[in-house]
Every structure is written in structure tokens, then in C-alpha cells.
């Protein structure tokens, strides 16, 4: 991995392919490149693990400032925005996103709203979802009601982002992804 001038840590693309035992990887699913927005790195081992093995293409922003200045030259297919920054609230830092980032149709009046993340990573639709610490009832339904794909609360895998293409590739993990309800 690699440092950049603004604070984003960089790591390679490689071919796609299948896990063992068949769990499609994330490129197989349409997910070749994600945005991490949090000042803490080290929460995601997972994905540090995936990218060193080229499974995806992972973005390191610490603040919100760099996540803007990311999200005006390169298309990632998922975001990870923490909902507490150094800069700025997450909240604040999706709104500043919004002009440079083309989320996926989620339209939160939909039960099972998962129907529509199913275009994420084709052309230019991105998913971005708020990271909590802990789950607040506030936080996620102002993250439902911004029209972004979904509010998860750590720790976050690699599994938990599967679930959001295809509830089937993990079973046991349980994502709040559209309404909020949990309904598939």
C-alpha cells in the first residue's frame, strides 16, 4: 500500500476471481473498488487482508476533506463513511459527496429495498453507507432518509458488504440495508 498526498492510502487492482468453496469474490459481484472514510484503519483488517491479496481495490481516506478531493477524480462502487470524522460529522460529508458521487436507486419505501442495490457497480452508481460505533436510531434514519444504500454498525467484514449484492453469499450476517427493517 501506498500514501498519497492527501492522507488516502492506496492499494492495487487485481484480476477477479472465486474464493474457495464457492464464495464469489467482490469483483465477481461487481464491487472492484471501496472507499474506507475513517480516521481509525485499523478496524478493517479484512479489507486490508482482500486488497493485499488483490481480491479489491481499497481507498483510505482520514477526513472528510480528503474523501471529497477523492470522490472528484476516481468512481469507487462502494463507500464506507463513518458517521464521526475529525473534520466533520459523516452526515456533513455526505452532502458534500452528493455532487461527486452517483449513488444507487434505494428508494426506502420499498420493502426488501435490496432489489435496488442490485445495480450497484454497473456504470456509474456507487453505494455508500454510514459506520456507526453503535447502533443509534437517529443516525439511521437520517442515513435511510439521505437515500443512501444503507447504516451498518461495526465491526464491518467483507461478508457484511457481500449481503448487500446477494443475502445468500452470508448467511448469519445481518445488514441494515434500505428500510431498515431487516426484511429480505
Known sequence: MTNDHDGAMQSGVAAAGVHGDA????????????????????????????????EIGLHFCSDGRSAVRMARRFRADVWLVSTELADMSGFDLLEMLSPHVVHGDVD??????????????????????????????????????????????????????????????????????GDGSGCC
Open 23 to 54: 464464495i464469489p469474490s467482490l469483483r465477481t459481484l461487481g464491487i472492484n473498488e471501496i472507499v474506507i472514510v475513517d480516521p481509525a484503519c485499523d478496524r478493517y483488517g479484512d479489507f486490508v487482508k482482500a486488497a493485499r491479496a488483490g
Open 108 to 177: 426506502p419505501m420499498l420493502s426488501g429495498a435490496r432489489i435496488s442495490l442490485g445495480r450497484l457497480g454497473e456504470g456509474q452508481r456507487s453505494a455508500i453507507f454510514m459506520v456507526a460505533d453503535e447502533y443509534r436510531l437517529e443516525d439511521e434514519q437520517r442515513a435511510l432518509v439521505s437515500g443512501i444504500a444503507g447504516y451498518l454498525v461495526r465491526p464491518i467484514t467483507l461478508d457484511v458488504i457481500r449481503a448487500t449484492r446477494d443475502p445468500a453469499m452470508a448467511p448469519g450476517v445481518t445488514a441494515i440495508v
